[in-house]
């Protein structure tokens, strides 16, 4: 596992995230969920992931 954010990971989700992101700030779950290859609700969990240290 590595350290993300303010939570720990595993799995590549949080890297296509990024670069899901990167290229389309406004991208919405649904979409991004398509980008990444994942559902809806593991783009969220791995937002809250990534955003968890921003609070």
Do not use: H, Y
């Amino acid at each position: 596992m590595r350290k993300c954010g303010g939570g720990f990971t595993s799995g590549r989700t949080p890297t296509r995230l990024i670069a899901a992101l990167s290229a389309q700030p406004m991208l919405g779950a649904a979409l991004a969920g398509q980008e990444t290859s994942t559902s809806p609700a593991t783009v969220l969990r791995s937002l809250d992931l990534l955003t968890a240290g921003w609070s």
